[in-house]
């Protein structure tokens, strides 16, 4: 496959018609001019970036407690996930929200592999958003409280294709398989 993209000028913000500010989200409108002289409006929002984790022990993917989602308005089952704050990268992140969602602490984490270094663009037309997948090896004697677990899947192809008929999030099930292409499993 070859790639055919052609190198084109940046487009230019004209004016920001609006911006409103808060901690999770800031909602901008902006007249833009694109590489053809051509005015146009464009909203997007800007958010700090996204961090998934494949949480595994002794060959199984251990999930936190289902939670409210209320951008689809109902509890889902996700790996444990959060957003980076500004202060840290998403590597440093990801002992805090396993802490805090499943209960573990960074001593019980036996190995962290980064799924992608630079962050993959959630929605590139709408939002400066980027997703870190991570894999979070947890050391095989450390005992997962049950009042964190809400799921556990074995890591072959049937808990596979049992956990992507379970999973809603695309960032979840995206995650997933990039971690099963990448460490070829099933194959």
């Not at 070859?2 to 230019?12: A, I, M, R, Y």
């Not at 005015?39 to 970036?49: F, G, P, S």
Request: hydrophobic share 40%; with cysteine.
């Amino acid at each position: 496959m070859s790639k055919n993209h052609q190198p084109s000028d940046p487009w230019k913000v004209v004016q920001t018609l609006l911006e409103i500010p808060s901690p999770w989200v800031t909602v901008i409108a902006e007249q833009l001019q694109d590489n053809q002289g051509k005015i146009l409006e464009y909203w997007r929002v800007e958010k700090a970036d996204s961090v998934v984790i494949l949480t595994i022990q002794n060959q199984t993917l251990l999930l936190p407690r289902p939670m409210y989602r209320p951008g689809v308005g109902k509890t889902t089952l996700d790996f444990p996930g959060g957003r980076v704050s500004y202060e840290q990268t998403a590597l440093e992140t990801v002992p805090i929200i396993l802490q805090k969602e499943l209960g573990i602490k960074p001593s019980d984490i036996d190995k962290i592999t980064a799924l992608n270094s630079d962050g993959w663009a959630i929605n590139s037309s709408f939002s400066n958003q980027k997703l870190y997948g991570f894999v979070a090896e947890i050391l095989p004697d450390i005992l997962v409280s049950q009042e964190y677990l809400g799921a556990t899947y074995p890591t072959n192809i049937l808990g596979i294709e049992d956990l992507l008929k379970d999973l809603v999030c695309l960032q979840c099930r995206g995650i997933l398989l990039e971690w099963k292409h990448q460490f070829k499993i099933g194959e």
